[in-house]
């Protein structure tokens, strides 16, 4: 199992152990007077010293050499890796370590699973290794980081071994460097073994985007744009056309619209889908382009088969004016001044949150009217800055009890986008004090001077 030896890093200093003799021949003789016992004692110790010191001068070391080995394999389970190839990783793993690990000399074996992240399914162990089909770790497959991953099969080696890692993957990373983690591993001795997965191309379609205006005007027509994207090569002759339905929706607050619902084939390449519009009522709209492939099996994911966009279209000018649910109607002689104005007027309480920025997409001006800041959580909060910062919409904070410092906006981003500060930087200190007169009333200021 291991074998125990001494080593010395700077050999040369053993010459000095001729010196052993040397000593006790001068030495012997000079401490005659100490009797026999105790002069070959004091001779012992003397030769002990300066062996000692000998052996550090040639930094001698204690080494032990272990064959044992503890091998990790480690497995993509990301979503680019088909479910039947990664059943066969699992029974690859299986057969391997049952087949090939030396229990004799105490090999290790163990599996770490990856996608986004990566997780021990098996720590390392001497015993054979039975993973089930389904892996138990819990991790996000929706991306590829090996980097992560090879890190944490690192951390994983015994010390009192030699280390190996087997990676089984198809080599579509796109998150981290794992030629850099590699090397690492290379430098502290690790060697790295590549299984690669190699399968056909499955068919892949996306909704790439949902193109319309961000803003028109009432009764405007305009057009919106659905563009589909078959990834396969179309100059690739066994490449195949995917056929599927398109569902186009239209949404607003309090309805939804089925525009299009129909068969679509698209061939390799990008195919356009263009619709034409004409809103009358002003608001925002959000349109939702969803395709559903006919076989699931000519589409490799579903989670880009969907895509959003909205569009906001133009009235008279639109103000949100956000009031304390527990004051109501504080405001509503501002608000009826402003109506009168030919603006309209949305009110709405605290108690019913901001849920996005398209909520806000319909409004010029946000105000709020004495409302205080624990009425908003921080998401809220980041939603009024970028509604004001990226889409131009006014802000106006009205002053009261529960606005600026006094209602706990100080330190918030919304006080880094208002135009003043929320807190007084500067107070004037009026000092109190009291004045005594004395007056003296003796001889000497009698008449004019005392009057």
Same mark, same amino acid.
């Given at each position: 199992?291991?074998?125990?030896? /001494?080593?010395?890093?700077?050999?040369?200093?053993?010459?000095?152990?001729?010196?052993?003799?040397?000593?006790?021949?001068?030495?012997?003789?000079?401490?005659? @007077?100490?009797?026999?016992?105790?002069?070959?004692?004091?001779?012992?110790?003397?030769?002990?010293?300066?062996?000692?010191?000998?052996?550090?001068?040639?930094?001698?070391?204690?080494?032990?050499?272990?064959?044992?080995?503890?091998?990790?394999?480690?497995?993509?389970?990301? *979503?680019?890796?088909?479910?039947?190839?990664?059943?066969?990783? /699992? $029974?690859?793993?299986?057969?391997?370590?049952? *087949?090939?690990?030396?229990?004799?000399?105490? $090999?290790?074996?163990?599996?770490?699973?990856? @996608?986004?992240?990566?997780?021990?399914?098996?720590?390392?162990?001497?015993?054979?290794?039975?993973?089930?089909?389904?892996?138990?770790?819990?991790?996000?497959?929706?991306?590829?980081?090996?980097?992560?991953?090879?890190?944490?099969?690192?951390?994983?080696?015994?010390?009192?071994?030699?280390?190996?890692?087997?990676?089984?993957?198809?080599?579509?990373?796109?998150?981290?460097?794992?030629?850099? *983690?590699?090397?690492?591993?290379?430098?502290?001795?690790?060697?790295?073994?590549?299984?690669?997965?190699?399968?056909?191309?499955?068919?892949? /379609?996306?909704?790439?985007?949902?193109?319309?205006?961000?803003?028109?005007?009432?009764? *405007?027509?305009?057009?919106?744009?659905?563009?589909?994207?078959?990834?396969?090569?179309?100059?690739?002759?066994?490449?195949?056309?995917?056929?599927?339905?398109?569902? /186009?929706?239209?949404?607003?607050?309090?309805?939804?619209?089925?525009?299009?619902?129909?068969?679509?084939?698209?061939?390799? @390449?990008?195919?356009?889908?263009?619709?034409?519009?004409?809103?009358?009522?002003?608001?925002?709209?959000?349109?939702?382009?969803?395709?559903?492939?006919?076989?699931?099996?000519? $589409?490799?994911?579903?989670?880009?088969?969907?895509?959003?966009?909205?569009?906001?279209?133009?009235?008279?000018?639109?103000?949100?004016?956000?009031?304390?649910?527990?004051?109501?109607?504080?405001?509503?002689?501002?608000?009826?001044?402003?109506?009168?104005?030919?603006?309209?007027?949305?009110?709405?309480?605290?108690?019913?949150?901001?849920?996005?920025?398209?909520?806000?997409?319909?409004?010029?001006?946000?105000?709020?009217?004495?409302?205080?800041?624990?009425?908003?959580?921080?998401?809220?909060?980041?939603?009024?800055?970028?509604?004001?910062?990226?889409? @131009?919409?006014?802000?106006?904070?009205?002053?009261?009890?529960?606005?600026?410092?006094?209602?706990?906006?100080?330190?918030?981003?919304?006080?880094?986008?208002?135009?003043?500060?929320?807190?007084?930087?500067?107070?004037?200190?009026?000092?109190?004090?009291?004045?005594?007169?004395?007056?003296?009333?003796?001889?000497?200021?009698?008449?004019?001077?005392?009057?």
């Amino acid at each position: 199992m291991f074998e125990h030896s /001494i080593v010395f890093t700077n050999p040369k200093w053993l010459w000095l152990l001729l010196l052993l003799p040397l000593l006790w021949w001068f030495s012997y003789r000079s401490l005659a @007077g100490l009797g026999k016992v105790r002069r070959i004692l004091a001779l012992t110790l003397r030769s002990v010293v300066l062996l000692l010191l000998i052996l550090a001068l040639a930094e001698a070391q204690y080494k032990r050499v272990s064959d044992r080995l503890t091998l990790i394999y480690v497995l993509d389970q990301s *979503q680019s890796i088909p479910e039947d190839q990664r059943r066969l990783m /699992i $029974d690859y793993v299986n057969r391997e370590v049952r *087949q090939h690990r030396d229990a004799s000399r105490g $090999d290790r074996a163990g599996v770490i699973v990856f @996608g986004r992240d990566a997780a021990i399914e098996h720590p390392p162990h001497e015993g054979d290794i039975s993973l089930s089909q389904k892996i138990e770790s819990q991790i996000q497959n929706d991306s590829t980081n090996l980097e992560g991953a090879l890190r944490l099969a690192q951390a994983s080696l015994p010390e009192d071994s030699a280390g190996r890692i087997v990676v089984i993957c198809d080599g579509n990373e796109n998150q981290g460097d794992a030629r850099e *983690q590699a090397g690492r591993l290379a430098a502290a001795g690790v060697g790295i073994d590549v299984l690669p997965i190699r399968y056909a191309a499955r068919g892949e /379609i996306s909704v790439e985007k949902v193109a319309l205006p961000s803003d028109v005007n009432r009764s *405007q027509p305009f057009e919106m744009r659905v563009v589909l994207n078959n990834t396969a090569d179309p100059r690739n002759s066994k490449s195949k056309p995917i056929s599927g339905n398109l569902k /186009i929706v239209r949404r607003t607050d309090d309805k939804e619209e089925v525009l299009q619902n129909e068969p679509v084939t698209v061939e390799p @390449g990008k195919r356009v889908f263009t619709l034409r519009e004409e809103l009358d009522a002003p608001g925002s709209y959000t349109y939702d382009a969803i395709f559903t492939p006919q076989e699931k099996s000519q $589409d490799a994911l579903a989670q880009n088969n969907q895509a959003t966009a909205f569009t906001f279209v133009r009235g008279h000018g639109q103000i949100l004016f956000l009031e304390n649910s527990e004051s109501p109607n504080e405001f509503n002689f501002l608000i009826e001044r402003l109506k009168s104005q030919n603006l309209e007027v949305q009110k709405r309480g605290t108690d019913r949150p901001i849920l996005s920025l398209a909520d806000l997409q319909p409004f010029d001006t946000v105000i709020l009217g004495n409302v205080p800041r624990e009425a908003f959580t921080d998401e809220q909060i980041d939603m009024l800055v970028q509604n004001t910062h990226q889409f @131009g919409c006014g802000l106006i904070m009205l002053g009261g009890e529960n606005s600026f410092g006094a209602g706990g906006w100080s330190h918030t981003e919304l006080e880094r986008a208002m135009p003043v500060d929320f807190q007084i930087k500067n107070a004037k200190v009026a000092p109190v004090g009291a004045l005594s007169m004395v007056i003296d009333r003796s001889g000497s200021m009698s008449g004019d001077k005392l009057a």
